[in-house]
């Protein structure tokens, strides 16, 4: 459920999933001034919860992987998206998994620096369930079962990696983390039996593997750490990687995850219809994402509003917030529209958060 954190309530009526494309000059030595100017825009619109946009990684997922031991990566990991290549690094074990200070820390203190009693800084970062299917994709699964013959102890592995993590992160002050998961909607479609081979001929099997992983890492947690789970089907250059409804995870998920937010991805047919909802255990809050990154038009405004009455048949409003369905940017490449198209979008978020919420 929602949380009141340093006296922000918590997730916003009007949110965002937190990456924000990619200025120009963005480099080394701009990265603070631009995350500064980035912060400012977002109080300005109305937003009490700010991100750094991203700005110091280049993939929304692989960069954060690096950080942990017993890792390394190298070019040739494109993955195929709806009409274009991804233009990713492959990532893969040198080793056993091994804790270490993570980069993202001091990352996170970049834009924590710009916090203040209005605002609270979330950090968003890959979920633990990315880092397992990411082992066992196909190109690296013989390589992770020579390091990891038995799958539970890399999932215990992970468990503790992220478990570390989340201790950096909370003695740095975070108070609000997000982790981003495109498993869920890589589990579902028409091709998942084909992507999971390797782990069992029964998807429930691997959503068990999916569940167990997300929620051992988020055992021992403290009590007043926010922690939320975005559930994409993929956000490359205004392109997606798989569609499916939440049918078929909703009893893992939305039922048994340990989260206490879901960031939902609703912005077209390709996920399905409102009825997975009523499976959303009564502990959580569900963000809905009915309003596009992936193209510049502006959505209806009425039409929204339309759509999360509808939602609200499985689900209460009290436990309902509004925004975009990902980031502008989940990878440096940036989707195709332009900042102030982007900045447009979160505009209509709040005047359609501010109209159904009062």
């Not at 916003?12 to 924000?20: C, E, L, P, W």
């Not at 990687?241 to 939902?264: C, H, I, K, P, Q």
Request: proline residues 4%.
């Amino acid at each position: 459920m929602s949380k009141v954190i340093k006296g922000i309530q918590v997730p916003q009526r009007a949110d965002f999933v937190g990456s924000f494309l990619r200025p120009a000059n963005l480099s080394g030595n701009t990265r603070d001034e631009l995350v500064r100017e980035l912060t400012n825009k977002q109080k300005q619109l109305g937003y009490h919860v700010i991100t750094d946009g991203e700005f110091n990684r280049t993939f929304w997922h692989l960069d954060f992987f690096w950080g942990f031991g017993g890792v390394t990566h190298e070019e040739g990991g494109d993955v195929t998206f709806n009409g274009e290549t991804a233009r990713l690094d492959r990532v893969f074990l040198t080793g056993k998994l091994f804790a270490q200070p993570h980069p993202f820390i001091s990352d996170f203190r970049r834009v924590q620096q710009f916090e203040d009693d209005q605002t609270i800084a979330k950090l968003t970062i890959p979920s633990p369930a990315q880092f397992f299917q990411q082992l066992i994709m196909p190109n690296n699964y013989p390589g992770t079962i020579a390091i990891y013959p038995d799958l539970q102890e890399l999932i215990r592995d992970i468990a503790v990696l992220y478990q570390d993590f989340i201790r950096q992160f909370y003695a740095a002050g975070g108070r609000f983390l997000q982790l981003d998961d495109c498993t869920w909607g890589a589990i579902v479609g028409e091709a998942a039996a084909q992507r999971y081979a390797s782990l069992s001929s029964n998807l429930n099997d691997v959503k068990d593997l999916l569940l167990q992983v997300n929620n051992m890492a988020l055992e021992g947690r403290p009590a007043d750490l926010l922690v939320a789970s975005h559930i994409c089907r993929g956000n490359y250059h205004s392109t997606w990687f798989n569609s499916g409804a939440y049918d078929s995870v909703a009893d893992w998920v939305f039922a048994r995850e340990n989260v206490d937010v879901l960031y939902l991805e609703y912005d077209d047919e390709r996920s399905g219809g409102f009825e997975p909802l009523a499976k959303v255990s009564p502990d959580k809050h569900v963000v809905l994402g009915l309003i596009t990154t992936k193209r510049p038009e502006l959505e209806d405004k009425a039409a929204i509003i339309a759509r999360i009455r509808q939602a609200t048949k499985y689900i209460p409003l009290d436990r309902l917030s509004l925004s975009p369905q990902c980031g502008f940017a989940s990878c440096a490449i940036g989707n195709k529209l332009t900042p102030d198209e982007q900045w447009a979008k979160l505009q209509l978020v709040k005047e359609i958060s501010d109209e159904v919420w009062k």
